[in-house]
């Protein structure tokens, strides 16, 4: 009978994400049930739960919050329901013998020390290494913070709420600066640890900039009076059948036409060759509101209407927003979009973070303008709703005639909407 089943990380992961521990969900000596939550596990991309492999008492935890986890890591152990209770009726052990002289097996005494470390940490509260870190930082003592984690040990939260509570209370406890910059620091204002997300974000954008594409951006404006009055007559419609008719749904039925003639776009750069995928996923960057970017993909649009385009994008925008989406929903994309403009912003140049992708549509806000359009001959000045369409690449895949193609191709889709 297997008396210890092993809680161990996803095995697959998004390219390029990275994950950490964020908070264990039991105690260790906590009953499991199986399949209920006991881990969370933040990425760069998503918040995920881990679930108990099967019933039982968490026993060991072998990664502690914030801590970086790989593919398949293993994170801690559960003790099985049935050997729990054996244990439990089983009488007390007589004393332990003297020791033997026989040699310990192989790795023994490594993990005898480990799990005495472990026991020692449980006992006297010491802290993860990022705890230790931000104690430090802040000039704290650990022992009157009181710790909500695993054994009573003190959390990255729990530090952070009692430095708030410090700074509420007027600096009951002074702040200690390790440096003088320090001091400068809590001078000027409030520390703010980066998440995950975040620092994955920030990695990604300077290696994609400096280290593996060329970018250059080609911007092109569209004239959206087709698509306004195309809405305007099917978003009643849409919404009987319990979807939301965006503009954004546009833009991806627009750029499967504009992969179509520019399939380079859709593609990615190996030193071999360019790999053009049969179908079009496209990511769509959804803002998450103080925790940074998400780009959950819509699958396989170039076989999808309008409508399902719309319902699609609403699903999985909403899984998004609510942090429910999974790890395949943010994989395999191979192009995006940024709809900037939904913030305020008329032009920008997103960058291609998710590589090995080749481009990122940007679009900008909605906004009437004055244009000089010639009829029969004649000048005049008419108002039209436009916005600015950008798209940034990798040079290397492309050069600037064939972006601006793109481009061309799907401004003309917008302008010329039909059914």
């Known amino acids: 009978m297997t008396t210890t089943i092993e809680?161990?990380?996803?095995?697959?992961?998004?390219?390029?994400?990275?994950?950490?521990?964020?908070?264990?969900?039991?105690?260790?000596?906590?009953?499991?049930?199986?399949?209920?939550?006991?881990?969370?596990?933040?990425?760069?991309?998503?918040?995920?739960?881990?679930?108990?492999?099967?019933?039982?008492?968490?026993?060991?935890?072998?990664?502690?919050?914030?801590?970086?986890?790989?593919?398949g890591e293993l994170l801690g152990r559960i003790q099985s329901a049935e050997a729990a209770a054996e244990a439990e009726a089983a009488p007390a052990p007589a004393a332990a013998p003297a020791a033997s002289n026989?040699?310990?097996?192989?790795?023994?005494?490594?993990?005898?020390?480990?799990?005495?470390?472990?026991?020692?940490?449980?006992?006297?509260?010491?802290?993860?290494?990022?705890?230790?870190?931000?104690?430090?930082?802040?000039?704290?003592?650990?022992?009157?913070?009181?710790?909500?984690?695993?054994?009573?040990?003190?959390?990255?939260?729990?530090?952070?709420?009692?430095?708030?509570?410090?700074r509420t209370n007027g600096g009951a406890q002074q702040r200690k600066p390790s440096a003088p910059k320090e001091a400068e620091a809590a001078i000027a204002g409030q520390r703010v640890?980066?998440?995950?997300?975040?620092?994955?974000?920030?990695?990604?954008?300077?290696e994609s900039l400096l280290h593996t594409a060329p970018h250059v951006t080609t911007v092109f404006e569209a004239n959206m009076s087709a698509v306004i009055a195309h809405r305007a007559a099917h978003k009643d419609e849409f919404q009987k059948k319990g979807v939301s008719l965006t503009f954004?749904?546009?833009?991806?039925?627009?750029?499967?036409?504009?992969?179509?003639?520019?399939?380079?776009?859709?593609?990615?750069?190996?030193?071999?060759?360019?790999?053009?995928?049969?179908?079009?996923?496209?990511?769509?960057?959804?803002?998450?509101?103080?925790?940074?970017?998400?780009?959950?993909?819509?699958?396989?649009?170039?076989?999808?209407?309008?409508?399902?385009?719309?319902?699609?994008?609403?699903?999985?925008v909403e899984r998004a927003r609510t942090d429910k989406l999974t790890p395949s929903d943010v994989r395999d994309g191979t192009f995006t979009i940024s709809n900037h403009g939904v913030s305020g912003s008329l032009v920008a140049t997103p960058i291609i973070i998710n590589q090995p992708q080749s481009a990122i549509l940007g679009v900008g806000k909605l906004e009437k303008r004055a244009v000089v359009v010639t009829e029969n001959g004649e000048d005049r000045i008419v108002i039209q709703p436009r916005c600015f369409i950008t798209l940034t690449l990798d040079h290397r895949v492309m050069d600037g005639h064939r972006a601006n193609r793109f481009l061309q191709v799907l401004a003309e889709r917008l302008e010329n909407w039909k059914d």
């Open 193 to 206: 640890p980066h998440s995950g997300m975040r620092k994955r974000i920030a990695e990604r954008m300077v």
């Open 102 to 166: 026989r040699p310990a097996a192989p790795g023994a005494e490594i993990r005898m020390a480990a799990l005495a470390a472990h026991a020692e940490a449980l006992s006297t509260g010491r802290s993860s290494p990022a705890v230790r870190r931000l104690l430090a930082e802040h000039g704290l003592e650990s022992a009157p913070i009181r710790g909500t984690g695993a054994g009573g040990r003190v959390t990255v939260d729990d530090v952070l709420a009692y430095a708030a509570t410090q």
């Open 248 to 316: 954004t749904a546009y833009f991806l039925a627009a750029c499967v036409d504009a992969i179509r003639e520019v399939p380079e776009a859709n593609s990615r750069w190996t030193d071999d060759a360019l790999i053009i995928p049969d179908t079009v996923n496209i990511g769509v960057g959804t803002a998450l509101e103080g925790k940074g970017l998400v780009v959950p993909v819509v699958r396989s649009v170039q076989g999808l209407d309008l409508f399902g385009i719309a319902r699609e994008l609403g699903e999985i």
């Open 7 to 71: 809680v161990r990380a996803p095995s697959e992961q998004s390219e390029g994400t990275r994950s950490q521990v964020q908070r264990w969900l039991k105690n260790i000596g906590e009953s499991v049930v199986e399949n209920e939550p006991l881990i969370e596990l933040e990425t760069d991309k998503v918040t995920i739960e881990i679930p108990a492999p099967a019933a039982g008492v968490l026993r060991e935890i072998l990664k502690d919050e914030k801590d970086e986890v790989e593919p």
